[in-house]
């Protein structure tokens, strides 16, 4: 059974700097993806990382994936208050079907303080 | 037009009601989802439709009965809820093939009271 696991589950954080988050999962996936949740909202993608040594830029977030150590990162440059929300990888495991079934990590709740 | 659309936003329901979820969506996609959300917990999945087809249930109460009337359609059928199946009910999409993302809805928060 593929288990995803984030950490820090909470981080906070001062404006202006940087921090990283870490999600490594258990069985070997191809796909990974970062959603943010605003709180009472949806989930917003943000990045989806498709190989092995994907590296995708947003503004101030940058997201890596290594399918090999099977983690993925991501990085936020210059926090700011903006980006407090609450953060999820999930990866992807297989169905027959070829229909995705997401499995998603317990999520970073980011909190940017000025 | 990358959007997914749920009514009703909001949902208050009594443990006697019949009530239903609705799920839109116009991108051409072939695989629909149905997760649950408690508060401060990830998203866990309950059905996938593939082709109109279910093709997932995560072994889901009988209580949560998913229709896909077609392709474009998905519908959660709610009957005797209980109180414990408050959360936010959030519907996705996605293409059917080798590389997929799902998008998501932006949810129902249901209430049972």
């Known amino acids: 059974e593929l288990k995803v696991e984030q950490n820090p589950l909470f981080l906070s954080m001062q404006e202006g700097k940087n921090y990283t988050i870490y999600c490594n999962y258990s069985?070997?996936?191809?796909?990974l993806y970062w959603y943010r949740q605003d709180p009472g909202k949806s989930l917003e993608s943000l990045f989806v990382l498709l190989s092995n040594g994907a590296v995708k830029q947003e503004g101030r977030l940058m997201a890596s994936l290594d399918t090999k150590a099977r983690l993925s990162t991501l990085h936020i440059t210059a926090a700011v208050h903006d980006l407090s929300a609450t953060y999820f990888c999930a990866v992807d495991s297989p169905t027959q079907g070829g229909s995705e079934k997401l499995v998603f990590g317990k999520g970073t709740k980011l909190t940017v303080n000025p | 037009d990358t959007e997914v659309t749920q009514t009703p936003k909001h949902l208050v329901m009594g443990m006697t009601n019949k009530k239903s979820l609705k799920c839109e969506q116009h991108?051409?996609?072939?695989?629909m989802y149905w997760y649950k959300q408690k508060a401060k917990k990830p998203p866990e999945l309950m059905f996938v439709y593939s082709y109109e087809k279910l093709s997932i249930n995560e072994s889901v109460p009988s209580r949560f009965s998913p229709e896909c009337p077609n392709s474009s359609l998905l519908n959660l059928h709610l009957h005797a809820l209980q109180p414990e199946d408050s959360a936010l009910y959030l519907c996705?999409?996605?293409?059917?093939?080798?590389?997929?993302?799902?998008?998501f809805g932006q949810g129902t928060r249901l209430t049972v009271v």
């Open positions: 996705a999409s996605s293409r059917w093939g080798a590389v997929t993302e799902a998008f």
């Open positions: 069985t070997t996936s191809d796909r």
């Open positions: 991108m051409g996609h072939r695989a």
